[in-house]
């Protein structure tokens, strides 16, 4: 077992550190410079065709470090990424394995069981690492930099990015098992991303659109988590993964 956990940290250490550094370099290119940011985007104003977009109600609320760090990080830069991230951490996972030839080897060695719940759970733990330091950012510069922050939305921001992340990471769990070759899985997945966005952009299927939760818009909106999404989330994580696990059980190798 340990041996497994460290081959599986091994497999995705570059993906996690890589995509550590991506959400590193988006935040400190955002968060040290709302005073250029604002005073760039002022520059602007008087111009019909921004202000459409970006009207100066919206400029003077930038200057609000709370509204500022919020809108540009939870709900645009880092917020856009979060299933990005589930899907990065998800895909290779066992295609990997079959495109290598080298899952007849792990089989030789130990349980199909044992295989997968490892290759899940260590996925998945750096998948909700990645999130956890994204979505802990804010707090942190904004007590190095001493600035007034309202601390009590992270944790709600937080709980909508781990698990906006979760269902899109549990989905390219199912396709790195159905598919033979790392490149499927990934072009599946985000297919079935765009699908979905484009799909809730009508009334009706709103709900498939996950970038609305994953953005934390009801804490924007209602300072609250949105608990029956997340329940619901939840329950088909678990589904994802339980069906994961039967087509492994049962794919030849």
Not at 167 to 194: C, E, H, R
Request: net charge positive; no cysteine.
């Amino acid at each position: 077992m340990i041996k497994g956990i460290r081959k599986e940290f091994n497999d995705m250490k570059v993906r996690f550190f890589g995509t550590l550094i991506v959400i590193l370099g988006l935040f400190f290119i955002l968060a040290p410079f709302q005073k250029f940011t604002v005073s760039m985007l002022e520059g602007y104003m008087g111009n019909p065709q921004v202000e459409k977009f970006l009207p100066g109600s919206m400029i003077e609320r930038l200057k609000e470090w709370n509204f500022y760090i919020n809108t540009q990080w939870y709900g645009k830069n880092f917020g856009q990424i979060i299933p990005i991230i589930g899907i990065l951490m998800a895909f290779p996972l066992f295609a990997r394995e079959y495109e290598n030839g080298t899952i007849a080897f792990l089989l030789v060695r130990r349980s199909r069981k044992e295989i997968y719940t490892t290759k899940v759970l260590m996925g998945l733990m750096g998948t909700v690492l990645l999130v956890m330091i994204g979505g802990i950012l804010p707090a942190i510069f904004s007590s190095i930099a001493q600035k007034s922050y309202e601390y009590s939305v992270v944790p709600k921001f937080i709980i909508h990015n781990i698990f906006g992340a979760l269902i899109w990471y549990t989905l390219s769990v199912i396709f790195s098992v159905l598919f033979n070759d790392q490149v499927k899985p990934l072009l599946a997945s985000l297919g079935l991303l765009a699908l979905t966005t484009t799909a809730g952009l009508i009334k009706s299927l709103k709900f498939l659109n996950t970038f609305s939760y994953a953005l934390g818009m009801s804490v924007f909106n209602h300072n609250k988590v949105d608990i029956k999404y997340t329940i619901g989330i939840v329950i088909l994580s678990v589904l994802f993964i339980f069906f994961g696990y039967l087509i492994f059980d049962k794919k030849e190798i």
